[in-house]
């Protein structure tokens, strides 16, 4: 069964610096995609970066020359967010999908974590 488990969400002031983590199991199969998205309340979930099963990566406008998505061999998925405005505050999601191309459509991944919180202070 696959499962993924983010943490590193917290409260900073805007300026600050936050790294999401997602640990992902359950599963063997290589050639896979994996996305952050989030979600404000009131409003639709976004894809906020995404890394293909070549290691291509993608960004929303918002978050581009902000924000950096990783991933290591053990299966983790890492966002690093630097320069954090208050409208990045979201609970954030980490989502995988089995397929080489993917992008940071939602509907495109079928797998997702419970979320952690980001809150950015003005």
């Known amino acids: 069964q696959v499962q993924l488990v983010e943490s590193g969400g917290g409260s900073v002031q805007a300026g600050g610096s936050l790294r999401l983590s997602c640990a992902a199991s359950g599963y063997t199969y290589s050639r896979i995609c994996m996305g952050w998205f989030r979600q404000a309340p009131g409003k639709e979930r976004e894809g906020v970066a995404a890394?293909?099963?070549?290691?291509?990566t993608f960004y929303a406008d918002s978050v581009k020359g902000r924000f950096t998505i990783s991933k290591d061999n053990a299966k983790n998925l890492y966002l690093q967010m630097n320069s954090l405005k208050p409208e990045d505050t979201a609970m954030y999601y980490c989502?995988?999908?089995?397929?080489?191309?993917?992008?940071?459509?939602?509907?495109?991944?079928?797998?997702w974590g419970q979320g952690t919180q980001v809150t950015v202070s003005s």
């Open positions: 890394i293909d099963s070549f290691g291509y």
């Open positions: 989502a995988t999908v089995f397929a080489r191309y993917c992008g940071l459509g939602a509907p495109e991944y079928n797998y």
